[in-house]
């Protein structure tokens, strides 16, 4: 009885693993056509970007509609046309990890409410969050296979960007705020003083809370302080 009890556990801790791998390549696909929409324009003939993103979209098997409302997003529209307005909602969640959540949306208060009852249900809530951040500017270019680190730094830092990484094959450069060019974005980084470090036990807690939230229809973004 315990053995078959065990396999189960180990049956559906498997395909909770799965789903949750499953839901970040959704939510990075509709991030794309996004993206995509939002700095091309929503004419997949017109935006080759646009057009490749629709492309992945479909090999990844995201539906028709997740799609059609991703590409609106980006243009600042839910599916029925209706302008989104942005919501920012700052939250505690459990082993005192700071968050902030961009929401795009076309109805505050239904999102307020969808955003709490995952919160409550983890054992998170509302609260101020935005001083364990810090507002930076970001700039992504695709790595070039001959590009040199080092001249790279020279370059970033003499046009004045705070700092600059390589992220799974992109080049991500940090710049303040005030120095947005079009076609990139503003993120919220947190401090370097204030992460929290996590027991494995509590990663995958808040993994669970984090892809509850990027499930949530009108969750854009979600910044953590943990390290």
Not at 80 to 85: H, I, N, Q, S
């Amino acid at each position: 009885m315990a053995s078959g009890h065990n396999r189960w556990s180990k049956i559906k801790h498997d395909k909770a693993k799965e789903d949750s791998k499953k839901t970040k390549i959704r939510t990075k696909l509709a991030y794309e056509l996004f993206i995509a929409s939002k700095l091309g324009g929503p004419d997949p003939a017109l935006n080759s970007r646009l057009a490749l993103a629709i492309t992945s979209a479909k090999l990844g098997q995201l539906a028709k509609g997740s799609i059609e409302q991703a590409i609106a997003r980006g243009q600042g529209k839910s599916m029925t046309g209706a302008p989104l307005e942005q919501v920012v909602i700052e939250a505690m969640l459990p082993a005192n990890v700071a968050a902030i959540i961009e929401c795009h949306t076309e109805n505050k208060l239904r999102t307020l409410q969808d955003v709490r009852s995952i919160l409550t249900r983890y054992g998170g809530s509302t609260t101020t969050t935005s001083f364990f951040f810090e507002k930076k500017g970001k700039i992504e270019f695709q790595e070039q296979a001959d590009l040199d680190a080092d001249k790279i730094m020279e370059e970033v830092i003499e046009a004045g960007a705070a700092d600059f990484s390589i992220e799974e094959g992109k080049l991500v450069v940090d710049t303040e705020p005030t120095d947005m060019i079009e076609r990139a974005e503003i993120v919220f980084e947190a401090k370097e003083d204030t992460a929290v470090s996590l027991s494995p036990d509590q990663e995958d807690g808040l993994q669970n809370i984090l892809d509850l939230l990027q499930d949530t229809q009108s969750v854009q973004n979600v910044y953590v302080n943990a390290a």
